[in-house]
């Protein structure tokens, strides 16, 4: 007899996650899915663990990749003396991808019935930036596929658009994240090294107290958020006197 399949759907709380979560629960038996989140503490928007949990299908368990180490991303930040960039996003490996892909291995390990079979699940779609757009729908993963596993990874809503998105979680009969109605156009880190303007000046205006810490930190390891390079007062408050650094 084949084993199962197992789905595991990546879960960010945002509205692509949302969208892949009730699409696929749709088309695939519960016993074959399971959710999981990497939780950021104190960086994350308050109430996205509470809102997968209550958007999720209630019969489909959820599993935590908290960071081995305990630290969260300012500390590792300061630690660094650097904040990530976008061609070195440690803070998705470190943060995101890496304890999700510890965890699902435990997963597996703990449950042969799926005979290390494991789809990894994950929200990305051609339409948010360019090098999304190139990336392959479905692909083998060789750092994940040993140890008797065969592990693909999936973006099983590569093709939607913004529309498609909207479209699923209504049908779903949900809403979205709170920090979406406030303004954002998506939900990762409450601030972000790939933000735009507008969502930083309204991440600034909801989560003042986590602002004024990213403001000091910028200003204690000489280095900024924003590729920009500019200091996040610059951009959020529009101040022209600051130091670039």
């Not at 803070?91 to 997963?107: A, L, M």
């Not at 596929?145 to 809503?157: E, H, Y």
């Not at 000091?216 to 996040?232: C, F, N, V, W």
Request: one cysteine or more; charged letters at 25%; proline letters at 7%.
């Amino acid at each position: 007899m084949t084993p199962k399949t197992l789905y595991v759907i990546n879960h960010s709380g945002g509205k692509d996650s949302q969208a892949m979560t009730a699409w696929l629960a749709t088309r695939i038996p519960h016993d074959q899915l399971i959710l999981i989140h990497a939780p950021l503490g104190r960086v994350e928007w308050p109430g996205t663990i509470e809102h997968i949990q209550h958007t999720k299908p209630p019969d489909v368990p959820l599993l935590f990749a908290h960071v081995a180490s305990g630290k969260d991303l300012l500390q590792r930040i300061a630690e660094r003396g650097k904040f990530p960039d976008k061609g070195r996003r440690w803070c998705t490996s470190d943060f995101k991808r890496g304890p999700i892909e510890r965890e699902v291995r435990r997963y597996l390990a703990a449950h042969p019935e799926y005979g290390g079979r494991v789809v990894n699940c994950m929200g990305m779609r051609a339409e948010e930036s360019s090098d999304r757009a190139k990336a392959q729908p479905l692909t083998l993963s060789s750092r994940n596929s040993k140890a008797g596993r065969t592990w693909l990874d999936w973006l099983p809503i590569h093709s939607w658009k913004l529309a498609d998105v909207l479209r699923e979680v209504e049908r779903a009969n949900q809403r979205l994240h709170w920090a979406y109605e406030q303004g954002m156009s998506r939900l990762s880190c409450s601030f972000c090294i790939l933000a735009s303007q507008k969502d930083l000046r309204t991440a600034a205006r909801l989560r003042p107290d986590l602002y004024h810490e990213y403001v000091a930190l910028e200003q204690r390891i000489k280095h900024t958020l924003s590729p920009s390079r500019k200091p996040l007062p610059m951009i959020v408050d529009g101040y022209d006197q600051l130091p670039i650094f």
